[in-house]
């Protein structure tokens, strides 16, 4: 089942994106050369102590950290370690959440560490971001989740790759409903799968995070050992951005966006719905 959700409860999840917004400046600002891993991760908690607010990565199916750190050909769910070191020319998607007063927020974002990166991977990331927004800029109401696979899909595949070939599109990970649980209901691919039909209708109340991740290689991957890290099987590097997103009656509203979003969709015609906290 769907949660569709109330005008002041959507307020309140734009209060925990605020926080998770929060992290991710703070955290972008800590991924310098020299940085571990778990320096990032005591970053986000000292955000997350500030504010108030508690993690929804903590603990979660028994994850160890606060924070999912995930460096180069790490996809996604990488555990923040002293051992892991960030080094000049390396990318890592830093992916968190926060909880306030029982709702949710969660997203991910792409840094580049140091400098010397080679030019496909700033496509990459490049890539992979706007077709999140290009996501984001599918709900609408009337369209089906359905839509919003396809847009990320469809920008993906349109972008030319450098060097040739084809972008990977992760296909064993997506986006997800979000509300009172960090994961709800509906399953959201970033790849349209026929079998799986239109899926719900969007409509006001209706709550996603928009996750693509993509590789400069292939979509499959394999996870590791600790039963968390994720990496693609031939080693490429990967991205991973996201958004949770809010469909209100006057709009989307990028709730972990700290301008709800206002920016992006302008790009794409359309108005941002009115931050419930401004």
């Known amino acids: 089942m769907v949660q569709i959700k109330t005008p002041e409860q959507i307020a309140k999840m734009r209060a925990a994106g605020l926080v998770v917004a929060a992290i991710h400046a703070a955290t972008r ?12 991760d005591e970053v ?25 750190t995930s460096v180069n050909d790490v996809v996604v769910h990488g555990i923040p370690s002293d051992d892991v070191v960030l080094k000049s020319g390396d990318i890592i998607s830093i992916d968190c959440g926060a909880i306030i007063d029982g709702w949710h927020g969660d997203a991910a974002y792409t840094a580049f560490v140091g400098s010397g990166h080679a030019p496909e991977l700033i496509e990459l ?3 992979t971001e706007e077709s ?3 996501g984001i800029a599918a709900m609408k109401q009337g369209n089906r989740l ?13 972008q030319p790759k450098p060097g040739g070939g084809k972008y990977g599109i992760i296909e064993d990970y ?7 649980e960090m994961h709800m209901d509906p399953h959201l691919l970033n790849y349209v799968d026929r079998r799986r039909g239109k899926g719900p209708k969007l409509v006001p109340g209706f709550c ?9 290689g292939t979509p499959r991957t394999e996870v590791l050992s600790d039963d968390w890290t994720v990496i693609t099987t031939d080693g490429t590097w990967s991205s991973h951005w996201e958004h949770s997103v809010a469909l209100t009656a006057e709009g989307p509203l990028v709730l972990t966006a700290p301008d709800g ?18």
């Open 261 to 278: 979003g206002k920016a992006k969709l302008a790009e794409y015609g359309i108005t941002a719905a009115p931050d419930p906290l401004a």
């Open 125 to 127: 990331s490049r890539v």
């Open 29 to 40: 600002e800590a991924a310098v050369p020299g940085a571990s891993t778990k320096d990032l």
């Open 208 to 216: 996603l995070a928009i996750e693509p991740m993509v590789s400069l």
């Open 132 to 134: 999140m927004w290009a």
């Open 146 to 158: 359905v839509d919003v696979s396809r847009a990320i899909e469809t920008y993906i595949r349109r």
């Open 44 to 68: 986000a908690r000292k955000v997350l102590a500030e504010h108030g607010a508690k993690s929804n990565f903590l603990g979660y199916g028994g994850f160890p950290a606060t924070v999912c």
């Open 174 to 180: 997506g986006g997800h409903g979000i509300g009172t």
